[in-house]
Nanobody, 124 residues
Framework: QVQLVESGGGLVQAGGSLRLSCAAS????????MGWFRQAPGKERDVVAT????????YYADGAKGRFTISRDNVKNTVYLQMSSLKPEDTAAYYC?????????????????WGQGTQVTVSS
């Protein structure tokens, strides 16, 4: 079992930046692919970015490319999502997810463990 706790969300003006963190605990000795997803009210949970177990591979959804950066620190068992040039359409609950294995995965149903989410609100 892996427990995930997100932090770093909040209210920010358009054009601003936020850094989300996801601290993992529990069975963290195994290799895990990590992902950030987001879900706006009435919409599906969509991938934002994913990173493989050692950080060598990353994937970004089109809306995140060039603005968001996913990274991980396996010593601290923490994954980050640096978000810049934020837009009102980035407003959503952001979730951290983990799945055992080494390859990238892009779909929510492919992830085994989820955090409780952190709200990001971008005002215009």
């Amino acid at each position: 079992q892996v427990q995930l706790v997100e932090s770093g969300g909040g209210l920010v003006q358009a054009g601003g930046s936020l850094r989300l963190s996801c601290a993992a605990s529990g069975r963290t000795s195994s290799a895990y692919t990590m992902g950030w997803f987001r879900q706006a009210p009435g919409k599906e949970r969509d991938v934002v970015a994913t990173i493989n177990w050692n950080g060598a591979l990353t994937y970004y959804a089109d809306g995140a490319k060039g603005r968001f950066t996913i990274s991980r620190d396996n010593v601290k068992n923490t994954v980050y999502l640096q978000m810049s040039s934020l837009k009102p359409e980035d407003t959503a609950a952001y979730y951290c997810a983990a799945r055992p294995g080494s390859g990238l995965r892009y779909m929510a149903h492919e992830y085994n463990y989820w955090g409780q989410g952190t709200q990001v609100t971008v005002s215009s």
